[in-house]
């Protein structure tokens, strides 16, 4: 049985590093330049288009990073902003090709990486995805959200004992988040470890009573093992948290 978020993304960005930092943050970019007389306040147009993007003005900050690029083409951080604009309007293409220029001025810049990773895993471009998230853990090892995201894309290759260890890596980093333990049950349900499944569940409920998900999967791992009147419990729990259970419980809960 197929969990059924095994190839969704782990985490919801709302806004990539890029987005909350300001030009007193920034090293070496002409966004933070001081203005000259009689030119733009490169800074304040920088902020002003982050400002703008965090509202979900896209095609306004588009326009704001246009300037910026315009100005100094070789300003990572103006390419790194208006690549996430554009993959948050589903230009996966364009946001791709900023996130490529941005690291071909800084290859070291792991934002850039992650976001290229995430708009090429959206693309369907899931080998190339994960080479740049292999690129980018390289830089943070350490950084569980990088792990999950790289799990999240060997995921989609079906390379799930590599999935299992990299969200093992995010767990022993952030042992706190519960989604990390709902995809790393589902990943051992792909390899049909329903029995070994179930515990990571357990824990995901422990940590975050209110992920739906994980009362749902468990469920779903109990009708393995024909447990259905366990499973059953589960899935009211899940519906009770706002989860779509009508299919499971017309197959499972007479």
């Known amino acids: 049985m197929q969990p059924l ?16 930092i300001f030009c007193a943050a920034l090293v070496q970019t002409s966004s933070c330049s001081m203005p000259e007389r009689g030119k733009p306040d490169t800074g304040a147009v920088f902020n002003q288009g ?3 993007s965090k509202k979900g003005e896209y095609a306004s900050a588009i326009k704001d990073f246009d300037q910026l690029i315009a100005i100094n083409p070789k300003d990572a951080a103006a ?63 350490q950084d569980a959200n990088l792990l999950s995201v790289r799990a999240s894309i060997k995921g989609n290759l079906r390379d799930y004992p590599g999935k299992i260890a990299d969200l093992t890596d995010a767990i022993r980093i952030a ?34 009573p209110k992920n739906a998900e994980a009362f749902f999967q468990r469920g779903m791992a109990k009708t393995w ?11 009211e729990s899940a519906a009770a948290l706002g989860k779509d259970v009508r299919d499971a419980r017309g197959r499972f809960c007479k």
Request: proline share 5%; hydrophobic share 35%; glycine share 6%.
């Open 5 to 20: 978020s095994a190839f969704a993304p782990i985490r919801a960005f709302a806004f990539p590093v890029i987005g909350i």
């Open 50 to 52: 982050l400002e703008r």
């Open 79 to 141: 390419y790194n902003a208006r690549g996430f604009a554009k993959y948050k309007t589903n230009d996966t293409s364009g946001a791709i090709a900023d996130y490529s220029r941005a690291l071909d001025i800084n290859p070291k810049d792991q934002n850039s990486l992650l976001m290229r990773g995430l708009a090429r895993q959206k693309k369907g471009e899931f080998a190339e995805a994960l080479t740049d998230l292999n690129r980018a853990v390289e830089l943070k090892p």
């Open 175 to 208: 042992p706190g988040e519960s989604q990390y333990y709902v995809e790393r049950g589902n990943a051992r349900t792909w390899l049909g470890q329903h029995e070994n499944s179930i515990p990571d569940y357990d824990l995901a409920i422990e940590k975050d």
């Open 225 to 235: 093992s024909n447990k259905n009147e366990s499973a059953c419990k589960d899935f």
